[in-house]
């Protein structure tokens, strides 16, 4: 049979960030391993063009060309909240159609496959097939690869607010750390989108901080660290499955569900914010001594992340999916 060949509707840029695209190629990744097609299409900046380099980018006008767009496809995934639910369903339409969600709060949506990695999401009047939980987290695969470092043989705080940073919370939590006397122990990533990253790095520089630009192997750099202040998007599930106990900023609504579950898992807390100057350091510096300054507290919190998450979930969406396109083909 020939490769099948599947269009990903998803966008990115220096406003919304780049946690939806990020998880797309990590999907984009397994697919293309199984033999299959992918191409993208959607609202992309420059630094998000440089990340799809591998895959064709098919030209974007508006919705209504791309859902005619996807009839020439055998599937679409689809991963923007630019989408309303008419459009979804009219994707769904046009071919097989995966969802990836991440709150239930667009109302009813019709899709042949939808995923969402936050348990307890009903989706009570979906009806296709609905992949529901932790174990469809989507993470890279080079997390499922690297090999785990017991937490406590660690040393390093991590850094990582994103490839955007839309909020510009990196140097603020830097000089917070700073202050503490945390500076030896940063290791801080600098994002290909953030705005502000030449003043980052000379800060960095001017007070002897560690940081990283363009990191190729991220599993790999997460295994020296035993706490990260983070950014709440897609890469809680990656900071998960390296078992780093995290404080998590959302920024936009629709990252409290996973931020929730992460502290219902008892590894993680979280605030919510739109700029630097509503952080708070009374919960921020709380979290991070009570979890660094006891070990048996930083093990437990570390296996609470670990178990979260298995990393096989792009491999079990990709499967389902190809799955499913196969059944109509019949």
């Known amino acids: 049979m020939a490769n099948l060949q599947i269009l990903v509707r998803v966008d990115a840029s220096h406003e919304i960030g780049f946690g939806h695209l990020i998880r797309c190629l990590a999907l984009a990744q397994v697919l ?9 299409t959607g609202h992309f900046c420059l630094q998000a063009k440089e990340l799809l380099a591998k895959y064709s980018i098919l030209p974007f006008a508006d919705e209504a060309t791309a859902i005619l767009l996807a009839k020439q496809f055998d599937g679409v995934v689809l991963d923007s909240y630019q989408l309303t639910g008419q459009q979804i369903a009219a ?43 932790s174990s469809f ?30 909020a510009k919370l990196t140097l603020p939590v830097c000089k917070l750390l700073q202050a503490w006397s945390y500076a030896e122990l ?15 790095v000379s800060w960095c520089q001017r007070h002897q901080v560690s ?27 990656e900071l998960a499955k390296a078992g780093i106990p995290c404080f998590a900023y959302a920024v936009t609504p629709n990252q409290l569900p996973a931020v929730e579950q992460g502290k219902q898992q008892g590894w993680l807390d979280f605030q919510m914010v739109e700029n630097a100057e509503q952080l708070d350091h ?36 990709a499967t389902l999916l190809i799955e499913q396109i196969l059944v109509t083909k019949r």
Do not use: W
């Open 32 to 40: 293309v391993q199984q033999g299959e097609k992918v191409s993208f």
């Open 91 to 133: 994707y769904g339409q046009a071919t097989v159609s995966l969802l990836l969600d991440d709150e239930d709060n667009r109302g009813g949506l019709s899709a042949s496959m939808l995923t969402n990695p936050i348990a307890g999401k009903a989706y009570a009047h979906f009806t296709g097939d609905k992949l529901i939980g």
């Open 137 to 166: 987290a989507i993470l890279r695969q080079q997390f499922c690869l690297t090999p785990f470092v017991e937490v406590t043989s660690r040393d390093r705080i991590l850094v990582m607010m994103g490839a955007s940073d839309v």
């Open 186 to 200: 940063l290791d801080v990533i600098i994002g290909p989108a953030i705005s502000n990253a030449d003043e980052i």
């Open 211 to 237: 940081y990283f630009n363009n990191v190729e192997n991220m599993a790999q750099r997460m295994q020296n660290c035993r706490f990260a202040v983070t950014a709440a998007g897609g890469s809680l599930f």
């Open 282 to 317: 009374v919960r921020l510096k709380s979290f991070l001594e009570d979890t660094l300054n006891s070990p048996s507290e930083l093990l437990q919190r570390s296996q609470a992340a670990s178990a979260a998450v298995d990393g096989q979930g792009a491999m079990r969406i």
